[in-house]
Each structure stands twice: as C-alpha cells, then as structure tokens.
C-alpha cells in the first residue's frame, strides 16, 4: 500500500523527490510503531485511537509539534488515498487533529553583519571565490531555496531585465529580481567557471552543485562574523527580513518566496514589529 501511494505521489501529483523521501519516512515509522506496538493489525486496520497513540509517543520523545503536523498531514493524506481506492472503507483520520504550532521567530542575519561579510570578508579571487560568494549573494540576494539554486541553468538568468527564474515548490516557477551588484558577482564568475555546463552553480569538475557543499560554504563564511544559526535557510529569513524592515508589502515578499499562503510569510513581519518597538522605546520621550 505504501509504494502505491508513493507511485500516486510521484506520477499523478508529480510531487518532488525531496517531499516523497518525507512522505516514505514517515510513513515507514509509522508502521514500525504498527509492527512493535500491534503486530496483529496492518495499516488498513488502524483507527483513530492507535493514531492518537502514535501521536502521543512522538510528543513524548520531545519532537517538535511542527515535525509531528507534517507526520499527521503524511497519515492525512495516506489514508485519504486508500480510502479513494477503496483500500478501507472509513477514514481513521478524520478526528486527527494538528498540534499548536510553538511560535519561533526565524533566525535573520542584522543588516550590519550581512553588509560586513559581503563588503569586507575577503574571497579568493579564484574559481572557487567567485562561486562561494556567488552561493551566498545569491541566497541572500533572492530568498531562493538551496534545491532551487542547484537547479538554476544559465538560461534562467535574465540580465536584460535582471531576473532570475525560479523553478519552485510543486514545479511553481516564479520571477525573482536581482540588484547590479549580483548582476557583477554573476558575470565575475562566469568568467573563471572552469567547465561549460547548463547549470549556473558548479563544482570546479562542471558537475552540478550538492546541498552538503552549500551548506558548508554557508556555514564557513557565516562563521566569519560571528552569526550563531549558519544555514542557507538563516539566508532566505535574513533576505525576507530585510525586505520587510525596508518596507516591502507583505505580498510582495510572499510571491518572491513562492509561499502558497500569506500565513507562511507573516511569522517574519514579528522580527519587523520587535525592531520598530525598538526604534519607538530610542525615540519616543513617554517610552
């Protein structure tokens, strides 16, 4: 049953690979909590209260409520799919609830540090120079996601109208603007790109980029100025961030992003009210 749902997730709702190795996870822990817990039962035979107790077990290990929705929506959508194919003739989940979602503001980099480590951090002026600061301009430059920069071709640069095209979440493609200096950083680069290849980012052989590399270049040069979260995500929140705190619309920033919902972009508008509280206790004389 699990293999033809991750077939139905593959062919028909052309998810992408990264979001059914999730859907496989989960559902495999799943049925090791069937297999330790009810050997007896199958996955078809389960109802809502040996749900429940999955969901019980996961809180209790102290994972977060926001890896144990995704679980749910997996569970969610899983028998959603064998009731459609009349592999059960109830739905166990409909009873299922998510779990409140903890609020955690993202981590940003401040404008300072940024500046400093794309005015003043010195990169070789080599290949490998020009790329890592490329990967870093480029997350911060347009909020894009790391699978979304391994998967940017040379075609998808647009320096008429300094645009990138972005292939998303879903296949959603969407049109990201960039500034002069990214402009000149692309340009420094594909100058010294040692192999010709279709996409933008490379390793120094010609061969596509690999998340393992980017997150190691991230993580170096935010070392340099002392952030403590270092990840190309830490990126993406510091580019929309920044955006907001300059007074970019809530909108805008939610297309640029390639959110689905307007609520996925909010959580950033909290570090842009704790800033201007800030501002107002320095200012205002009744603060």
Same mark, same amino acid.
């Given at each position: 049953?699990?293999?033809?749902?991750?077939?139905?997730?593959?062919?028909?709702?052309?998810?992408?690979?990264?979001? /059914?190795?999730?859907?496989?996870?989960?559902?495999?822990?799943?049925?090791?909590?069937?297999?330790?817990?009810?050997?007896?039962?199958?996955?078809?035979?389960?109802?809502?209260?040996?749900?429940?107790?999955?969901?019980?077990?996961?809180?209790?290990?102290?994972?977060?409520?926001?890896?144990?929705?995704?679980?749910?929506?997996?569970?969610?959508?899983?028998?959603?799919?064998?009731? =459609?194919?009349?592999?059960? =003739?109830?739905?166990?989940?409909?009873?299922?609830?998510?779990?409140?979602?903890?609020?955690?503001?993202?981590?940003?980099?401040?404008?300072?540090?940024?500046?400093?480590?794309?005015?003043?951090?010195?990169?070789?002026?080599?290949?490998?120079?020009?790329?890592?600061?490329?990967? /870093?301009?480029?997350?911060?430059?347009?909020?894009?996601?790391?699978?979304?920069?391994?998967?940017?071709?040379?075609?998808?640069?647009?320096?008429?109208?300094?645009?990138?095209?972005?292939?998303?979440?879903?296949?959603?493609?969407?049109?990201?603007?960039?500034?002069?200096?990214?402009?000149?950083?692309?340009?420094?680069?594909?100058?010294?790109?040692?192999?010709?290849?279709?996409?933008?980012?490379?390793?120094?052989?010609?061969?596509?980029?690999?998340?393992?590399?980017?997150?190691?270049?991230?993580?170096?040069?935010?070392?340099?100025?002392?952030?403590?979260?270092?990840?190309?995500?830490?990126?993406?929140?510091?580019?929309?961030?920044?955006?907001?705190?300059?007074?970019?619309?809530?909108?805008?920033?939610?297309?640029?992003?390639?959110?689905?919902?307007?609520?996925?972009?909010?959580?950033?508008?909290?570090?842009?009210?704790?800033?201007?509280?800030?501002?107002?206790?320095?200012?205002?004389?009744?603060?």
């Amino acid at each position: 049953m699990i293999a033809n749902f991750l077939k139905y997730l593959e062919y028909e709702k052309r998810y992408s690979k990264h979001t /059914i190795v999730s859907y496989h996870t989960d559902l495999d822990q799943f049925q090791q909590y069937i297999l330790n817990n009810f050997p007896e039962l199958s996955l078809s035979d389960v109802d809502y209260h040996i749900l429940r107790s999955w969901v019980v077990s996961l809180v209790d290990k102290k994972i977060e409520n926001t890896s144990v929705n995704r679980k749910i929506a997996t569970l969610r959508s899983f028998y959603k799919f064998l009731l =459609k194919r009349e592999y059960i =003739k109830e739905d166990p989940t409909w009873k299922l609830k998510a779990l409140k979602k903890s609020k955690k503001l993202p981590h940003f980099v401040n404008e300072e540090d940024m500046l400093r480590l794309l005015d003043h951090v010195e990169f070789d002026e080599d290949f490998f120079g020009f790329r890592n600061k490329l990967i /870093i301009e480029m997350l911060y430059g347009t909020g894009i996601r790391v699978a979304e920069l391994l998967n940017l071709k040379e075609h998808d640069v647009n320096f008429k109208n300094q645009t990138i095209k972005v292939l998303g979440k879903r296949n959603k493609e969407r049109i990201i603007p960039f500034s002069d200096n990214l402009e000149s950083s692309i340009k420094k680069y594909q100058v010294v790109k040692a192999i010709s290849s279709n996409y933008l980012l490379t390793t120094d052989s010609g061969e596509q980029l690999y998340p393992m590399l980017v997150y190691r270049v991230v993580k170096k040069y935010l070392s340099l100025v002392n952030v403590d979260k270092r990840s190309p995500h830490v990126l993406r929140h510091t580019y929309a961030t920044h955006l907001l705190n300059k007074g970019a619309e809530l909108n805008a920033v939610k297309d640029l992003l390639g959110h689905t919902s307007l609520a996925a972009t909010q959580v950033y508008t909290h570090n842009s009210i704790e800033k201007l509280k800030t501002v107002f206790k320095k200012a205002h004389p009744k603060a």
